[in-house]
């Protein structure tokens, strides 16, 4: 899983001629007075030998260095660049620490095996709440209230975001539940073009502003989030399901192969958005 980056992180070289800031956004910002290697090697590629003409033109370079900031699109296009050869800049930038960018980058293992354990943990209460209460997690989802295409805009405009988030607040109550932002949920019901993500052709009626109405649902449920490092309440775990689908998936008797059908889906954009979850282990949710 990536690491949250919520601040820049200092960076240099592993020889400590190049210095820099890797930003929050993924770019990474040089130094006035790193270094600059004036020759090239043939096999660069022309993008890399077109932005070291670019700063060679434009006054950024003096005396093989770096004489004004510089932000380039991410480490390996600056490393490149100053150096005129392609290198991976996540293994040749180095923290503060000197521990490798990239290395830096990548939740540690610690964190990982934490996971793990709270997963398990969350599995047994999955069990306990099957046995004791006759319910589980995805139905302990309905105190929240059912987004739809009806309480959205018609010009409404969204673009899809997978990375990692931190948590959301928390509510303490009678009823202890996490803070959501219903203006990602109506995002996934436009992502997914107002369509069923479990069945496209499912038809359904018009509502006032023109749009087939559709709901949106937490495919690992808001009630679990103790239980993850990240927030559950992004785009990735954001479905978009018809009321028919979207109330089997809660109260149906035969679930597997649809819940199968969404988690094939999303899987990948859970992981880049630092949520790791097995299809079994999502399955004991339901």
């Given at each position: 899983?990536r690491r949250?980056?919520t601040?820049?992180?200092r960076?240099q070289?592993?020889?400590g001629?190049?210095?820099?800031e890797?930003?929050?956004?993924g770019?990474l910002?040089?130094?006035?007075?790193s270094?600059f290697?004036?020759v090239?090697v043939?096999?660069?590629?022309?993008?890399i030998k077109?932005?070291?003409?670019?700063l060679?033109?434009?006054?950024?370079?003096?005396n093989?260095q770096?004489?004004?900031?510089?932000?380039f699109?991410?480490p390996?296009t600056?490393?490149s660049v100053?150096m005129?050869?392609m290198?991976?800049g996540n293994?040749?930038?180095?923290?503060?620490?000197?521990?490798?960018?990239?290395?830096?980058?990548?939740?540690d293992?610690?964190t990982?095996?934490e996971q793990?354990?709270?997963?398990?943990e969350?599995?047994?209460?999955?069990?306990?709440?099957?046995q004791n209460?006759?319910?589980?997690?995805v139905?302990?989802?309905n105190?929240?209230?059912?987004?739809?295409?009806?309480?959205?805009?018609?010009?409404?405009?969204y673009?899809?975001?997978?990375?990692?988030?931190?948590k959301p607040?928390?509510?303490?109550g009678?009823?202890n539940?996490y803070?959501?932002?219903n203006e990602?949920?109506?995002?996934?019901?436009?992502?997914?073009?107002y369509?069923?993500e479990?069945?496209?052709?499912?038809q359904?009626?018009?509502?006032?502003?023109g749009?087939?109405?559709m709901?949106?649902?937490?495919?690992?449920?808001?009630?679990t989030?103790?239980y993850f490092e990240y927030?559950?309440?992004v785009?990735?775990?954001i479905?978009?399901?018809?009321?028919?689908?979207?109330?089997?998936l809660h109260?149906?008797?035969?679930?597997?192969?649809?819940?199968?059908?969404?988690y094939?889906?999303?899987?990948?954009?859970?992981?880049?958005?630092g949520?790791?979850i097995?299809f079994g282990?999502?399955?004991k949710?339901?």
């Amino acid at each position: 899983m990536r690491r949250i980056i919520t601040e820049s992180i200092r960076v240099q070289s592993k020889d400590g001629r190049i210095i820099g800031e890797y930003l929050t956004n993924g770019k990474l910002k040089v130094f006035t007075g790193s270094f600059f290697r004036n020759v090239e090697v043939n096999s660069i590629r022309q993008n890399i030998k077109n932005e070291r003409m670019y700063l060679i033109n434009n006054g950024y370079i003096n005396n093989h260095q770096l004489i004004k900031d510089y932000v380039f699109d991410n480490p390996s296009t600056a490393i490149s660049v100053l150096m005129g050869r392609m290198e991976s800049g996540n293994q040749s930038f180095v923290t503060m620490d000197n521990i490798e960018l990239g290395e830096y980058l990548e939740a540690d293992i610690v964190t990982n095996y934490e996971q793990k354990l709270k997963l398990k943990e969350l599995l047994l209460k999955a069990d306990e709440l099957k046995q004791n209460d006759f319910t589980n997690f995805v139905n302990k989802d309905n105190i929240y209230e059912v987004v739809t295409t009806s309480s959205m805009s018609k010009s409404s405009t969204y673009e899809a975001s997978y990375i990692p988030e931190l948590k959301p607040d928390k509510i303490l109550g009678e009823k202890n539940s996490y803070r959501r932002d219903n203006e990602k949920a109506k995002k996934s019901i436009a992502l997914a073009n107002y369509k069923c993500e479990l069945d496209g052709s499912h038809q359904t009626f018009y509502t006032s502003n023109g749009k087939p109405y559709m709901e949106a649902h937490h495919l690992i449920p808001l009630s679990t989030q103790d239980y993850f490092e990240y927030s559950l309440d992004v785009d990735a775990n954001i479905v978009c399901l018809c009321p028919t689908c979207h109330r089997k998936l809660h109260y149906g008797n035969s679930i597997k192969d649809d819940l199968k059908r969404l988690y094939d889906l999303r899987i990948k954009r859970l992981k880049q958005s630092g949520i790791d979850i097995s299809f079994g282990e999502l399955l004991k949710l339901y």
